[in-house]
Each structure stands twice: as structure tokens, then as C-alpha cells.
């Protein structure tokens, strides 16, 4: 169902802008991978809450690279979300299942944010807090996909 639709001007350009978007966001990841420690010694500036300078390092490199990995992997998916919305797959079983992944992937960048917050430095909470809100967001998008999904299989079987 779908595929053989027709696809908007509006439609293409807001998939068009958003895979674009995707591919700006992963180049700028990976030039800020390729910067940790650069980055990690800009903000090592600032005054520690709680974390000796020597392991706050540390802790906020590894910490970048492992939220860098998180990133990638909420990128990757998000574009192949994209996608299948592109051909007309949109209320399907694997958009629900990547919704919770993405809203998954979120909620732990929330958690570790914070984490590195409160132990390094104060100004990563700007992520956390955005985090916070954007998980719920994106969780309540997917109960609307995967009721749309059980609706949609209701119809089929009706049909």
C-alpha cells in the first residue's frame, strides 16, 4: 500500500531537507570525533562540580565518544525511518520498532548527559534537558504509529 502513490512538492522537499539535514549532522559528528580532545580541553576551562581534573578529562572523552555512538546509531536510523516513509511505508511494523529505538537511544543520551553533568561540567545540562524533552515526544509518536499499525492490519483483514 502506498508505493504507487504520488509523492508532494511539499512532501519531497520535507524528506529531501531532512535527509539533507541528516547528512550535515553526521558530518559535524564526525569532525567533533575527530576534535574530542580538542573540544574536551576548550571545556576542561571551566571549573569541575564535582571530578578531579585528571579524570574529569577522561570522563567527558569517553563520555563524547560513547554519546557520538549513540548519535551515529540514532542518525542511521532515522534515515532509514525516513526512508521507507519516503515509499509509502509509513504505518508499518518496522517504523513503530525504530520510534522505540530512537526514543531509546534518546532517553540514554538523557541519562548519561546527565551523568556528565554532574560530575564534569554544568553546560552539557543543555543537552540533557533537551533530551528530556524531545524522549517522550518521540515515544508518544510511536504509540500513535504502532495503534495506526494495529488499525491499518484491523482494515486489511476487514478488506
Given at each position: 500500500?502506498?508505493?504507487?502513490?504520488?509523492?508532494?512538492?511539499?512532501?519531497?522537499?520535507?524528506?529531501?531537507?531532512?535527509?539533507?539535514?541528516?547528512?550535515?549532522?553526521?558530518?559535524?559528528?564526525?569532525?567533533?570525533?575527530?576534535?574530542?580532545?580538542?573540544?574536551?580541553?576548550?571545556?576542561?576551562?571551566?571549573?569541575?562540580?564535582?571530578?578531579?581534573?585528571?579524570?574529569?578529562?577522561?570522563?567527558?572523552?569517553?563520555?563524547?565518544?560513547?554519546?557520538?555512538?549513540?548519535?551515529?546509531?540514532?542518525?542511521?536510523?532515522?534515515?532509514?525511518?525516513?526512508?521507507?516513509?519516503?515509499?509509502?511505508?509509513?504505518?508499518?511494523?518496522?517504523?513503530?520498532?525504530?520510534?522505540?529505538?530512537?526514543?531509546?537511544?534518546?532517553?540514554?543520551a538523557c541519562i548519561i548527559t546527565f551523568a556528565i553533568g554532574i560530575t564534569c561540567t554544568y553546560m552539557i545540562f543543555v543537552i540533557t534537558v533537551t533530551a528530556a524533552f524531545?524522549?517522550?515526544?518521540?515515544?508518544?509518536?510511536?504509540?500513535?504509529?504502532?495503534?495506526?499499525?494495529?488499525?491499518?492490519?484491523?482494515?486489511?483483514?476487514?478488506?
Amino acid at each position: 500500500m502506498g508505493r504507487d502513490r504520488k509523492i508532494s512538492v511539499g512532501e519531497l522537499a520535507s524528506i529531501g531537507a531532512t535527509k539533507a539535514f541528516i547528512v550535515i549532522l553526521t558530518v559535524a559528528a564526525v569532525i567533533m570525533c575527530v576534535l574530542g580532545p580538542k573540544i574536551v580541553e576548550i571545556v576542561m576551562t571551566k571549573t569541575s562540580p564535582l571530578v578531579p581534573d585528571a579524570y574529569r578529562y577522561w570522563i567527558m572523552l569517553i563520555g563524547g565518544y560513547v554519546l557520538a555512538a549513540i548519535l551515529f546509531v540514532f542518525l542511521f536510523m532515522l534515515y532509514k525511518l525516513i526512508c521507507r516513509i519516503e515509499i509509502g511505508e509509513v504505518f508499518v511494523e518496522q517504523n513503530v520498532i525504530a520510534l522505540r529505538i530512537l526514543s531509546n537511544l534518546v532517553f540514554l543520551a538523557c541519562i548519561i548527559t546527565f551523568a556528565i553533568g554532574i560530575t564534569c561540567t554544568y553546560m552539557i545540562f543543555v543537552i540533557t534537558v533537551t533530551a528530556a524533552f524531545v524522549t517522550p515526544i518521540i515515544s508518544v509518536i510511536g504509540h500513535a504509529f504502532d495503534k495506526a499499525v494495529a488499525m491499518k492490519d484491523e482494515l486489511d483483514l476487514t478488506v
